[in-house]
Structure formats: structure tokens, C-alpha cells
T-cell receptor
Framework: GAVVSQHPSWVICKSGTSVKIECRSL??????MFWYRQFPKQSLMLMAT?????????EQGVEKDKFLINHASLTLSTLTVTSAHPEDSSFYIC??????????FGSGTRLTVV | RKEVEQDPGPFNVPEGATVAFNCTYS??????FFWYRQDCRKEPKLLMS???SGNEDGRFTAQLNRASQYISLLIRDSKLSDSATYLC??????????FGAGTRLFVKA
């Protein structure tokens, strides 16, 4: 089945540094990927829609200069959290639409900013 | 008002019980509907799609009422392994997927 590989699965970084998270579709081409954030005991919140070869579409309230999204190929989308702060600590997860019009998720990245 | 709203839970039920979750959505242009299951600290996984005619998969039955903008999930004969958070998911135009806050289910022996 369609698989999305996400890494790292967890990362701890110092405040002020940047962290890159990668999502790769392994056996299908993903022209569109979605990035979500989930705080403890809350639901997934859509941050942005990543489109291959064009700019990402950000949801209201998400800073595009802080959360940089790059979707340079049909199988890879990256999310870079720039100048991370403790309040950015969260569970970040990507998803992609599969060829059969379902959605599959990456395994998520738990970011802790200290 | 949130675009997708669910029963807050948690639901605590004994093994073998039948439990029902409800979900409402506000965007009448919503196109497709799903129930996902999320275990603690894991990614959501598709449980089942929801069709207007209603659909069943083993112990799970999902129903959609477009007129009332209402989705339901029924779990019969609950198992301990059913303990998880159940997410109501709505797909609006442009393939944007909106998640409900989730309903936590605890099945006890």
C-alpha cells in the first residue's frame, strides 16, 4: 500500500535553532502533501498544503516565514521550523493523498525545543 | 464554531458494549467523510470511509446524513483493543482534510 516515510521521528533542539522534517512518499507520487501539528490532547490542526513545484498554501494564523515548506519533487516535502521556540514543541505529521484517493500519514515527528 | 465537532468523551465502556460516536460538520460543501483511529503518540490511521448509504465493516458501522450534516460511528461488541481516540474527518474542496477534536474511548475488562 501507499506509504509515507517521515523523519526524524523525534528531535530535541535548542531554542533559536532550525529543524527540518522530511516526508517522503515511497511507492507513489504525491503532488500534494499536508502538514499538521498536534498539541497534547488536542486534534490535528492543518498548518499548510504543500504543492509540488509551487508555493505552499498556509492556513490562517500559520506563519509562513517560520514554517518553511518545500515540495521540490513528487516524492518529497519538507517542513523547516525556523528559529524554534519552546512553544513550537509539538507533534508534527504529514499526509499525502494516495492514488486511490485515500490519505496516508507519516509516522509523525515529536519536536521538543529546550 | 469549529468546522467539525465531535462528542468530547471520554467514553468508558465495558468489553462487549455497544458505543456510538457523533460528529457534525458546518461546511455544507464538504465532499467526503472518514473515521480515523489514533492511538496515543501515533499517527492517525483510516478506520473507514463514510457513505450516504451507510456502510459496515465488521463490528463498525458508519452513517452519514448530509441534510443534517451529521456523521456517526457505531462500534458493537467492544474489545479492549478498540481503546483509542476516534477522529471524525471531513474533506472539503481542494482536498483539505479537517479533523474533529477526537473522542477518546476506553474499553475496560
Amino acid at each position: 500500500g501507499a506509504v509515507v516515510s517521515q523523519h526524524p521521528s523525534w528531535v530535541i533542539c535548542k531554542s533559536g535553532t532550525s529543524v527540518k522534517i522530511e516526508c517522503r512518499s515511497l511507492d507513489f507520487q504525491a503532488t500534494t502533501m499536508f502538514w499538521y501539528r498536534q498539541f497534547p490532547k488536542q486534534s490535528l490542526m492543518l498548518m499548510a498544503t504543500s504543492n509540488e513545484g509551487s508555493k505552499a498554501t498556509y492556513e490562517q494564523g500559520v506563519e509562513k516565514d517560520k514554517f518553511l515548506i518545500n515540495h521540490a519533487s513528487l516524492t518529497l516535502s519538507t517542513l523547516t521550523v525556523t528559529s524554534a521556540h519552546p512553544e513550537d514543541s509539538s507533534f508534527y505529521i504529514c499526509s499525502a493523498q494516495t492514488p486511490n484517493y485515500g490519505y496516508t500519514f507519516g509516522s509523525g515527528t515529536r519536536l521538543t525545543v529546550v | 464554531r469549529k468546522e467539525v465537532e465531535q462528542d468530547p468523551g471520554p467514553f468508558n465502556v465495558p468489553e462487549g458494549a455497544t458505543v456510538a460516536f457523533n460528529c457534525t460538520y458546518s461546511n455544507s460543501a464538504s465532499q467526503s467523510f472518514f473515521w480515523y483511529r489514533q492511538d496515543c503518540r501515533k499517527e492517525p490511521k483510516l478506520l473507514m470511509s463514510v457513505y450516504s448509504s451507510g456502510n459496515e465493516d465488521g463490528r463498525f458501522t458508519a452513517q452519514l446524513n448530509r441534510a443534517s450534516q451529521y456523521i456517526s460511528l457505531l462500534i458493537r461488541d467492544s474489545k479492549l483493543s478498540d481503546s483509542a481516540t476516534y477522529l471524525c474527518v471531513v474533506n472539503r474542496s481542494g482536498f483539505k482534510t479537517i479533523f474533529g477534536a477526537g473522542t477518546r474511548l476506553f474499553v475496560k475488562a
